[in-house]
């Protein structure tokens, strides 16, 4: 099985920036997918950004312009680096990748991201 750890949540003021990064245990070369998603309480899970297998990130209009999806393959690491950040981007964020012909779902723990003064 896939295991993916998030790092780099923590708590930051309004307008800061945090940058979250998410190592798979095996190589992401061929990966489906690869990105991350969001949950606020109450709220269901939402897409943030996310790489497809046509190369292209994809985000969520509330995240475009301010969140920037990487990747480095040589490290099987895809990381987000958040700026301008908002109270309502505070959400537990979590590592997604979508692996295989069936295809197969895999989550990471999350990790905590909090925005507020």
């Known amino acids: 099985q896939v295991q993916l750890v998030e790092s780099g949540g923590g708590l930051v003021q309004p307008g800061g920036s945090l940058r979250l990064s998410c190592t798979a245990s095996t190589s992401i070369f061929i990966f489906n997918a690869m990105g991350w998603y969001r949950q606020a309480p109450g709220n269901q899970r939402e897409l943030v950004a996310v790489f497809t297998d046509g190369g292209s990130p994809t985000y969520a209009d509330s995240v475009k312009g301010r969140f920037t999806v990487s990747k480095d393959v040589a490290k099987n690491t895809v990381s987000l680096q958040m700026n301008a950040l908002k109270p309502e981007d505070t959400a537990v964020y979590y590592c997604?990748?979508?692996?295989?012909?069936?295809?197969?779902?895999?989550w990471g723990r999350g990790t905590q991201v909090t925005v507020s003064s």
């Open positions: 997604n990748a979508v692996i295989g012909t069936r295809p197969d779902n895999f």
